[in-house]
């Protein structure tokens, strides 16, 4: 256990490096954010004082050894555009998005094991032909345009559910959260949907295989010759056993909502970080780009780590190594 | 504010209650108290496209954060939604010499905590802009100097008869509070004399601010003001119609007939700035044009040009009429404009005379070139590329499109514009003055410091050099509209660029708003009110 722990850190900074380099190199192609910063009308004299102020006045290069250097000792660089820590900006804007990613995944799980043991336990009935075809809509249905659809139904006609942004917060272990009140949860309900969608469907898609699956097996005819409940049979017998798939895909769902749940924050103007990095894009603004996808593979890292621990966990034959 | 938007409710809006209820309420509230109506505290929820980045009026220059500096801020030299130029923070001003002004101050102002401003903190402004980002805000500005605490004194390098116009832009902050938190906090806690506290920020979802009670020109009449930032157009207008908002920025022009239609709405628009304009390349060989020479040098062919572009389709067909054909490089309001003056009656759109130009100067089977322009900053550009490529391709011109994100394309077509030929971009002057553009952006270039800079088609002209030169050597400001007027009749005269059109502001907001659209589009809801 420990020798892999240590193996998988290494392998983390090695990642993280090379995000770090691949960032750096793109960044150097999208043109020089100085003349973002300034007025077009800038003379010469007042672009090079921007440069110096952004730290921009020297080679690629040197930025990029000064960039890790500055991080060897915790510091992760200053956003050009907001002039503030840029691991500030990212973490101060995290639990809005882990709200409604939570939240989401939540949902996907809940509608989508039973649904989804149902329709693999009993493949010929035509209620899991319908769960079947209406997952795939739900595959196929792009986020954006549920959003637009849901805001446009459930806000605007019926005026049952708040159309955008994040509800009244409180504060919870120094955390902002919206959830704790009624108000708050009123508006993570329509975004929370919108996530879950796509990641209901394809769980619920692979619950469902699996089920199949393992409905065959010999053990499933022993369970029900020595008299296990029906009950049993399914989910202590069938599901676990097609558990192992689930928890990858799911840990993989996980982290891209997390890092990309932009398009939903947007259409819902949800103040999470998602709509950060595009706009840092937009912005050419460099330290917030680096920082976040650096953020982002490390969370990639992490969540591969507790897959592999659950596998241990859900099937003993599975040994970490 | 959630209380604010419900007792409204309930008092006037019907729709939104049932009629049972809102009586029941109203009876409610009149039992209980009678003058809830006048005790109510006023609030406005305002969605924007963008949250701000930085409160620091010497960090930043986009729109939405100059939205917020001017609710927090005051300069000397105020702008009237009209873009004319009142007295702000100094009472007066004078004009002693040719390069000195002497500002008094208004006495008695107070910062949001309570010091008042002095003229060290004026100087003190000047000081750190010079510094700072914005340093092309005080280019026009040699030295300032305190002579009192309510005088000050600045020195321009040259004459400059619009420096109380410029110092419009330049929001005087507080020096100690200033020294005191440094310039990253001042990026999160702005204080100075405007008419509104910040009371919250919570990054990418609200900016809450509060009247400041002893605001200079009076309490404001609207006691709370949320800005919200809501980038998706739908979205924003979901929550204009879901009450969740009570003014919209940029309200989508596919959805102008809906919210005109619903009486509970309206619908307010007006010409923006934004001018946007195509950069022609006067060099002997453009880099674009495989041709040895650039044709774009003959004035005939520019001019076969502008009459080859149609405005009137552009605005019909592409901007739903959201768009107002430019009449010449600056609006009517700005120093420098010449009143009759119009290009399109000029230049109007002849296809036939275009055809003629070009043969006429030897080029009846035209030639390719590329149009530099980009696809994310000005409405519709890239629509309009498209549109442009149609209409010169009728005078066989064919005009190639480079169209890229605006994070590119500043840098790309910088001077000394090596690699463009068309350029088309926006140009605004909130400053109210043409000779800013026309000393940045057709002054010949190299000439002098700090003018041509921007100069992309390397246009030059002795005679509007000249002009300018005098227009910038003179402190009387009738003198210098007298000199920018002649330049103006040249530009026409000689095209340089082509002015296409100034974008339409659109907002929507409830009837019981009061929305008073600016022409720099700066929302103040200092000049709002809630009925």
Known sequence: MFGYMIK????????????????????????????????????????????????????????????????AQGDFGRSFVFRQPALTLILERLPATLEIVFLAMALALLVAIPLGVYAGANPGKPASRAVMAGSLVGISLPGFWLGM?????????????????????????GLRVSFTSWEGFRHLILPAITLSIGTLAILMRIIRAEMVEVMKQDYIK???????????????????????????????????????????????????????????IYRGDRPVIVVYLMFVALMFVVVNFVVDVAYALIDPRIKIK | MTEGRNTRRSLGSGPVVSRRAALALAMAAGLVLPGLAQAQVKSVTIALTADAVILDPHAANELTGNIMFYHFYDALVTRTPELEFKPGLAESWQIVDDTTWVFKLRRGVKFHNGDELKASDVVYTIER??????????????????????????????????????????????????KAIGDEQMGLKPMGTGPYKLAQWIKEDRIEMEAFADYWRGKPKIDRVIFKPITNPATRTAALLTGGVDVIQDLSVRDVAGVQANPNFKVVT?????????????????????????????????????????????????????????????????????????????????????????????????????????????????????????????????????????????????????????????????????????????????????????????????????????????????????????????????????????????????????VIPRMDKFIWAYEMDVK
């Open chain 2, 129 to 178: 802009l010079k510094k700072s980002l914005m340093a092309s805000f005080v280019a026009n500005v040699a030295s300032a100097r305190a002579i009192d605490d309510y005088t000050v004194e600045f020195k321009t390098p040259k004459p400059f008869a619009v420096l109380h116009m410029a110092l419009a832009e330049v929001l005087i902050v507080n020096e100690k509070h200033t």
């Open chain 1, 149 to 173: 659809v849901l805001i446009f139904i459930v806000a605007v006609k019926l005026q049952w559910l708040p159309s955008s942004g994040r509800g009244p917060t409180t504060e919870w272990f």
């Open chain 2, 270 to 514: 007006r010409p923006s700035l934004l001018n946007l304009v195509i950069a022609l390349d006067t060099r002997d060989k453009s880099p674009t044009i495989d041709l040895p020479k650039n044709p774009m040098q003959d004035r005939r062919v520019r001019e076969a040009i502008v009459r080859a572009i149609n405005v009137d389709a552009i605005r019909t067909a592409i901007m739903n009429n959201f768009s107002t054909p430019s009449d010449q490089y600056v609006p009517a309001s700005h120093l420098g404009y010449v009143p009759g003056l119009d290009f399109r009656k000029i230049y109007p759109f002849d296809l036939e005379k275009a055809r003629s130009l070009m043969k006429e100067a030897g080029y009846e089977n035209g030639f390719t070139m590329t149009l530099d322009t980009t696809n994310n900053r000005y409405v519709n550009d890239a629509a309009i590329a498209q549109g442009l490529a149609g209409m010169l391709s009728r005078i066989n011109i064919k005009l190639n499109l480079n169209l890229m994100p605006r994070s590119n394309f500043f840098g790309y077509i910088r001077v000394p514009s090596d690699k463009s030929s068309f350029i088309m971009s926006g140009w605004d002057t909130p400053s109210g003055d043409a000779g800013n553009m026309y000393s940045v952006l057709m002054y010949s270039r190299n000439k002098k410091a700090g003018y041509g800079q921007a100069n992309r088609g390397a246009f030059s002209n002795a005679e509007f050099d000249a002009l300018i030169d005098q227009a910038d050597a003179t402190a009387d400001v009738a003198k210098r509209n007298a000199f920018l007027q002649e330049a103006t009749k040249i530009a026409v005269r000689e095209i340089p660029m082509i002015p296409i059109h100034y974008e339409q502001d659109i907002y929507a907001a409830k009837n019981s708003v009061t």
């Open chain 1, 222 to 280: 022993f369970a029900r010759a020595k008299g296990a409940t029906a009950k049993g049979i399914l989910f202590k017998h069938g599901l676990k056993n097609a558990l192992i798939p689930l928890v990858t895909v799911f840990g993989l769902m996980l982290g891209d909502l997390i890092a990309f749940a932009t398009l939903t924050e947007t259409i819902f103007a949800w103040p999470g970080i998602g709509k950060l990095l595009v706009d840092s």
């Open chain 1, 8 to 71: 998988r850190l290494i392998q983390m900074v090695v990642v993280l490096w090379a995000v770090s380099v691949l960032v750096f190199v793109m960044m150097s192609f999208t043109g020089d954010p100085t003349f973002m910063m300034v007025p077009l009308d800038a003379t010469d004299e007042q672009i090079a004082q921007a440069r110096r102020i952004l730290g921009l006045d020297e080679s690629h290069l040197v930025q990029y050894w000064r960039f890790l250097s500055n991080m």
